[in-house]
């Protein structure tokens, strides 16, 4: 092929490409409309254009569990957790993954993604000063504290509040702390033990 012919090919590809460019809008259409094929071609028409964005690879792992495939739900998962995604708690929550956690193999990406937060938030901590709650010692000591926090909260361990409480308390500071049994991040009622709380002087 003449040097000519190559590149009027690849302007007639981009010309082309341009034409039937993915459109993220369409994507939210479609997945609203409930038209979840047309989704997933949109979503990976997005992929293609931005192949290291682990937000449409989350978009194919979605849309994927949509159609009870769960096994292409997770390798999409799998994907967005290698491309950086760290959205644990989204993926708890969202009511599209419910077929796709009945799969073992859906169960071990969603571990990845949590593995991948976890990393990042130590490193993060790690070398960030202002991140760590030591600085933080001798700021608002005259004020009192109230903290509520679920035994089974999965977003923040309660061992990690446990020894921030610990903490600050050995330095003087003055917290009322309550740990509810059983309970989750934030899945159930404080009003009762705040109102109290705040008729105490």
């Not at 096994?71 to 993954?97: K, M, N, P, Q, V």
């Amino acid at each position: 092929m003449s040097l000519f012919r190559y590149a009027a090919a690849v302007c007639l590809l981009l010309f082309l490409f341009s034409i039937v460019r993915a459109d993220y809008d369409t994507l939210i259409q479609h997945y609203r409309a409930g038209k979840i094929d047309s989704a997933i071609a949109e979503a990976n028409a997005l992929f293609l254009e931005s192949p290291e964005s682990s937000h449409y690879m989350y978009w194919l792992a979605d849309l994927y569990s949509l159609q009870n495939q769960p096994d292409s739900s997770a390798l999409w998962l799998e994907r967005a957790a290698e491309h950086g995604f760290t959205e644990y708690i989204a993926i708890l929550h969202d009511r599209d993954f419910e077929n796709a956690l009945r799969s073992p193999r859906f169960r071990r990406a969603v571990h990845k993604v949590k593995k991948k937060l976890l990393k990042d938030n130590r490193q993060k901590a790690s070398s960030l000063q202002e991140n760590r709650m030591t600085s933080y010692i001798d700021q608002g000591i005259q004020l009192r504290y109230l903290v509520i926090h679920g035994t089974k909260d999965r977003a923040v361990p309660i061992r990690e509040t446990d020894a921030f409480i610990d903490t600050l308390q050995q330095h003087g500071y003055r917290i009322e702390y309550h740990r509810v049994k059983g309970g989750g991040h934030g899945n159930f009622s404080t009003q009762e033990r705040v109102l109290e709380w705040l008729k105490q002087k």
